[in-house]
């Protein structure tokens, strides 16, 4: 470890291993380093959360995305297993938990997002709940549903979704509570949450809708979990041996925000990923990020935004002007439906309505996202044949102008929103 590098990385995952490869392409000589606080190299956070982790026990060939020899090869200095505690911008320096200090010319915060902790449980409790999401995580997980046959999830959105779904193939029996009325509320509305909602049931998942974990039974290892439902105070007594937590995430920003970056949910970026402190960008799930698309500040969590986060900011380091102009999208597969997220996914936001296309009936979904006129984002339920075109209409600008009913019927073919005439 040297104790200054030109490029400092922070985040040894996708975002920040993709932005080390961008400088090496154009710098191969300036001294590089990434810097994260697990002790891996880069690996699929993807995986964690699918069937294969777990089946070839945990150890899929499709874990490590770099080879070890990979970092040396390209003199990239792999400082695993440090934390960040400090950053003083006036000195251009990172102070760690170990006690180190480095300097640094050019900063990358790539420090991804924590899963939220389950609120309300006395410590010794606290500690016996399992979360998803680093390779550790996944590893106490795999040795804690060995052989344990009831596993409780709190929470109902994507990681909570993705572990149901994971665990039902697993031929666990699985248990699903959530604190709110409806699934994935932040995301979805009443008809998606429905989709979500029968899919569950329909793959023998019990679920608590408008309850919360008052308290856990068992010393060393969960033998019951005691849930009280918000409407009725009703408490049961519910037996299961494994609870894992997956109530959304927050970005950690304390030693970020004391060193006078500018944050809100994220650490805020210009459209090039740099932040308000000359030679620090953002990037990945981290970064806040002005799109130039919605035309607002936007922060998505999801892989293919993180890795292309990663390529921009790490040119830019090296003293290009590209700015970050795409629109990412991903699709799931889970308890039998295709939900897919493109662009812009956030509910709320000034301007911005909501148009539903198709229906729960014809189990075919899409929440369409617009704002002045133009498609921005979607969100979909069996509609991934449709994640092209959407993706066309927002990168192209398309505006709706008087389709906006018509795109409401799923037999309206939006790729002829696309033809000369509407551009
Ligand atoms: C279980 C799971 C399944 C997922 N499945 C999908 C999927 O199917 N499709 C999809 O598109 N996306 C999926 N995602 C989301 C996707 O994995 C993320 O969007 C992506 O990994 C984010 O990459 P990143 O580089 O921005 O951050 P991260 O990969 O989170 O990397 C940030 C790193 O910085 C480290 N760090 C944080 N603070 C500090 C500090 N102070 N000091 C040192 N190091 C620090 C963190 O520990 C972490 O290692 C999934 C996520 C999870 C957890």
Redesign the pocket.
């Known amino acids: 470890m040297l104790t200054h590098y030109k490029y400092l990385i922070?985040?040894?995952?996708?975002?920040?291993t993709t932005a080390a490869d961008a400088i090496r392409q154009h710098d191969k000589k300036g001294t590089l380093a990434i810097?994260?606080?697990?002790p891996h190299r880069l690996y699929s956070?993807?995986v964690?959360?699918k069937p294969e982790f777990y089946e070839k026990s945990g150890a899929p060939n499709t874990l490590f995305l770099k080879d070890l020899g990979w970092y040396p090869r390209n003199g990239i200095d792999l400082l695993c297993g440090?934390?960040?505690?400090g950053l003083d911008v006036g000195d251009n320096r990172i102070s760690l938990a170990s006690g180190k200090i480095i300097g640094y010319e050019k900063l990358l915060l790539?420090?991804?997002?924590q899963p939220n902790p389950l609120p309300d449980l006395e410590p010794a409790e606290a500690r016996n709940i399992l979360y998803?999401?680093?390779l550790d995580q996944?590893n106490t997980i795999l040795e804690n549903i060995r052989g344990r046959e009831t596993v409780l999830v709190v929470g109902g959105g994507f990681?909570a979704i993705?572990l149901c779904d994971l665990l039902t193939k697993l031929d666990k029996k699985v248990i699903s509570v959530i604190s709110s009325p409806r699934y994935w509320r932040s995301t979805f509305d009443e008809t998606s949450s429905r989709f979500i909602k029968d899919a569950l049931t329909r793959n023998g998942i019990t679920i608590h809708t408008d309850s919360f974990i008052m308290q856990t039974k068992g010393k060393s290892k969960i033998e019951a979990a005691i849930i009280r439902n918000k409407q009725t105070g009703e408490e049961t007594t519910v037996p299961c041996t494994t609870v894992i937590a997956a109530i959304g995430t927050h970005c950690?920003l304390d030693?970020v925000k004391e060193a006078g970056i500018d944050c809100n949910i994220g650490i805020l970026t210009d459209e090039r990923l740099k932040t308000n402190v000359p030679n620090i960008w953002a990037?990945?799930?981290?970064a806040e990020y002005f799109d130039l698309i919605s035309g607002r500040h936007i922060k998505l969590?999801?892989?293919?935004?993180?890795r292309a986060h990663?390529k921009i900011a790490g040119v830019n380091m090296i003293g290009e002007s590209s700015s970050y102009r795409k629109t990412t999208f991903?699709s799931?597969e889970k308890l039998g439906l295709a939900i897919s997220f493109v662009g812009d996914t956030s509910r709320l936001g000034k301007d911005k309505r909501t148009i539903s296309r198709g229906s729960y009936e014809s189990h075919a979904y899409a929440e369409l996202r617009v704002r002045g006129g133009r498609i921005i984002g979607a969100t979909m339920i069996n509609m991934a044949n449709e994640l092209s075109s959407i993706v066309s209409l927002i990168e192209n600008e398309i505006p709706m102008g008087k389709h906006l009913k018509e795109i409401r019927d799923p037999h309206f073919d939006l790729k002829s929103l696309l033809t000369h005439e509407n551009k």
């Open positions: 922070i985040g040894s995952g996708i975002a920040g810097l994260g606080n697990e956070r993807i964690l959360s440090e934390t960040v505690i790539s420090i991804g997002v998803l999401h680093n996944a990681i993705e950690a030693w990037a990945g799930d981290c969590a999801n892989w293919t935004n993180s990663g991903y799931t």
